[in-house]
T-cell receptor, first 116, second 112 residues
């Protein structure tokens, strides 16, 4: 299984600012995913990030609001741009397991974002 | 449309009692099925998964789940709940790598 870390673990931000969340994996993975978990809600996929290509966004999420970078096989960033209180959520990254763990996803601890 | 449904938003059980959390799926074909647990302030941890074969799947922390094709269900069970099991439980289904669908989650409260 992969070990995933995220930075920051939590942050409180002002409306209109941007925050970049980092996701680091201890092994090389092809597919990385970014999810949003609004308060008391389930997980919603924001985008899939493959190394060497543009991220694929789900319906309702756009690159201008949530730009993603994937510079190598162990790292990705998600930026939450021009934040509003509605962006207050937990943001989680995950990776696909591959091999015997195909279709399984391993999750980072999440970044708890509060926008004032 | 592909979806996963958890009918129970919140369940309360007494410590030592048995537990069953319900999960139903709606897919064109049998998806890969997972149960994850999220403790307060934590990420998601995989409890168990079903791909094929034996319909009774054993997981970590004493959990098991049974796949029932006729009922499109994948219910999670534990014979004796511990106070540390209090958490949010998510059922998920996947038909390919980038299409994992999560249920709404069931919050488990354990009474002393």
């Amino acid at each position: 299984s992969a070990v995933i870390s995220q930075k920051p673990s939590r942050d409180i931000c002002q409306r209109g600012t941007s925050l970049t969340i980092q996701c680091q994996v201890d092994s090389q993975v092809t597919m990385m995913f970014w999810y949003r978990q609004q308060p008391g809600q389930s997980l919603t996929l924001i985008a899939t990030a493959n190394q060497g290509s543009e991220a694929t966004y789900e319906s309702g999420f756009v690159i201008d609001k949530f730009p993603i970078s994937r510079p190598n096989l162990t790292f990705s960033t998600l930026t939450v741009s021009n934040m509003s209180p509605e962006d207050s959520s937990i943001y989680l990254c995950s990776v696909e397991g591959g091999g015997a763990s195909k279709y399984e996803q391993f999750f980072g601890p999440g970044t708890r974002l509060t926008v004032l | 449309a592909q979806s996963v449904t958890q009918p129970d938003i919140h369940i309360t059980v007494s410590e030592g009692a048995s537990l069953e959390l319900r999960c139903n799926y709606s897919y064109g074909a049998t998806p890969y099925l997972f149960w994850y647990v999220q403790s307060p302030g934590q990420g998601l941890q995989l409890l168990l998964k079903y791909f094929s074969g034996d319909t009774l799947v054993q997981g970590i922390k004493g959990f098991e789940a049974e796949f029932k094709r006729s009922q499109s269900s994948f219910n999670l069970r534990k014979p004796s709940v511990h106070w540390s099991d209090a958490a949010e439980y998510f059922c998920a289904g996947a038909y390919n790598n980038n299409d994992m669908r999560f249920g709404a989650g069931t919050r488990l409260t354990v009474k002393p």
